[in-house]
């Protein structure tokens, strides 16, 4: 029968020997703890460390709250990230890409927990990721309450990672979103994206490979900026203005999240059985990366709509006549938004439509 190693034994293997460095991993988590330490909000703030995150409800100002949860991924933009070098703003994606799904639904975004996982772990380039993810934080009021390193050799190519976010939030009893009493003549109020955000990138990488692109290459479409930093703009994060909007107006009837599956897959959700949308796509305003990526890649205006943001990141739906009190709120709230659209009744066929072309 094999005997086990004896202590000190040469052939005896260790967990480091295996791959998985636990001192690395303490030393990302000691360079961590300020930037956790600096997302703490009412109702959050204990450290990092514990097998579990806390946050009281009752300190945050609720009194009678639904809880709201979304989780979600950054996909193939993070291998743009890799593959640069440039990890401290794919954290930012990863909490917007949750908390904007958040607030879609009335829900004031509470606290985050992270899923950071890669073949051999580089406490520097970890850090730069929840470097990102605290930022993302930051800019959508909620705190950063845990989260978990894996270090998993063999499953992962050497340098490759992958990240995935949770976040949970709060909204009380009656104020969800959409609201009832979405019709027809509803206007569609459409809030600037910042570039392609956390979508189509397979599709943006090989449109990058088939032109023969360096990521250190200037971008085509934006002058005197190189190529990955440029790919790599963090998703817009709309929580703190349409909060703002929220509370100043009650015209706001319903929020679509701009996200994978574009226009045609993403307003449905919060459309009600017989109603569509009609898009004047003569208003959306096309940022300069998906004219180039449209001219660069062959990509026709429907795969445009359905794989993209085009320049659109969050629509908000507002009745006939609150419509200019909504922009107006959203305005104070540093939100510039446009008419893109109007609700319509919807007896079959595709519930979006459009009219007039996309600016390709």
């Known amino acids: ?52 995150g806390l946050f009281d409800l009752k300190a945050a100002g609720f009194t009678d709250p639904i809880l709201v949860a979304a989780n979600d991924g950054v996909g193939t933009k993070v291998k743009i990230a890799i593959e640069s070098g440039i990890h401290d703003t794919v954290g930012v994606d990863l909490v917007a890409m949750c908390v904007n799904d958040l607030i879609v639904q009335g829900a004031e975004p509470l606290f985050f927990l992270d899923y950071y996982a890669t073949g051999k772990l580089d406490p520097e380039a970890g850090a730069a990721v929840v470097k990102g993810i605290a930022e993302g934080c930051l800019l959508a009021g909620c705190a950063l309450i845990g989260g978990e390193t894996a270090e998993m050799p063999g499953l992962y190519a050497k340098g490759d990672y992958d990240l995935a976010g949770f976040s949970v939030g709060a909204a009380e009893r009656g104020s969800l979103l959409p609201k009832a009493g979405l019709e027809p003549g509803d206007v569609l109020l459409g809030l600037p994206s910042s570039g392609v955000h956390s979508n189509g990138f397979s599709l943006v990488r090989r449109i990058v490979e088939r032109a023969g692109l360096a990521w250190t290459d200037e971008a085509p479409f934006q002058a005197g900026a190189k190529l990955a930093p440029a790919l790599l703009t963090p998703t817009r994060i709309y929580v703190k ?23 045609p897959d993403n307003i449905p959700r919060v459309l009600p059985d017989g109603l569509g ?31 993209f943001n085009c320049g659109i990141g969050m629509i908000c739906f507002a009745g ?41």
Do not use: C
């Not at 202590?7 to 956790?36: E, F, H, R, W």
């Not at 929220?246 to 999240?257: E, F, P, V």
């Not at 009190?325 to 104070?332: G, I, M, P």
């Open 320 to 360: 006939r006549e609150s419509a200019a009190e909504v922009e107006k709120a959203l305005h104070n709230a540093g939100e510039p938004s446009v008419r893109i659209g109007e609700v319509v009744a919807h007896a079959g066929g595709e519930r979006v439509t459009t009219t007039g072309r996309l600016a390709l």
């Open 277 to 307: 949308v009609r898009l004047d796509l003569n208003a959306i305003p096309v940022l300069p990366v998906f004219k180039w990526l449209a001219s660069a890649g062959g990509v026709a205006e429907a795969e445009m709509l359905r794989t």
């Open 1 to 52: 029968m094999t005997q086990p190693p004896k202590d000190g034994n040469p052939k005896g293997l260790t967990y480091a020997q295996a791959g998985v460095d636990i001192d690395a991993g303490n030393s990302m988590v000691d360079k961590i703890k300020p930037l956790v330490r600096s997302t703490r909000r009412r109702g959050a703030d204990a450290e990092i460390g514990g097998f579990g």
């Open 241 to 263: 203005s349409l909060l703002a909007a929220l509370q100043t107006t009650d015209g706001i009837k319903a929020l679509a999240h701009i996200t994978g599956g574009g226009f």
